[in-house]
């Protein structure tokens, strides 16, 4: 687990730990999915992966509508 701060300019900067984990390089993009008063983040290494990614999250939403 990492804590980081965020900047006045609400930036935060991703520990190495993490950065080497998930392989991540500049212009890679980070989607923050909120989850209650939390926030999942997935990283994505080019735009059609964060499509990928942004289309699952929309899908399990409406799925998790239609349960309801």
Do not use: C
């Not at 609400?10 to 008063?37: H, M, N, V």
């Not at 964060?50 to 929309?58: G, H, I, M, S, T």
Request: avoid cysteine; aromatic fraction near 10%; glycine fraction near 2%.
């Amino acid at each position: 687990m990492w804590v980081v701060t965020i900047s006045s300019s609400y930036q935060i900067t991703i520990p190495k730990e993490i950065r080497e984990r998930f392989d991540l390089k500049p212009e890679d993009k980070a989607l923050f999915i909120p989850r209650g008063k939390t926030a999942e983040v997935l990283f994505a290494h080019t735009e059609e992966e964060l499509e990928d990614k942004r289309r699952q999250y929309v899908y399990d939403q409406k799925s998790m509508n239609d349960a309801a």
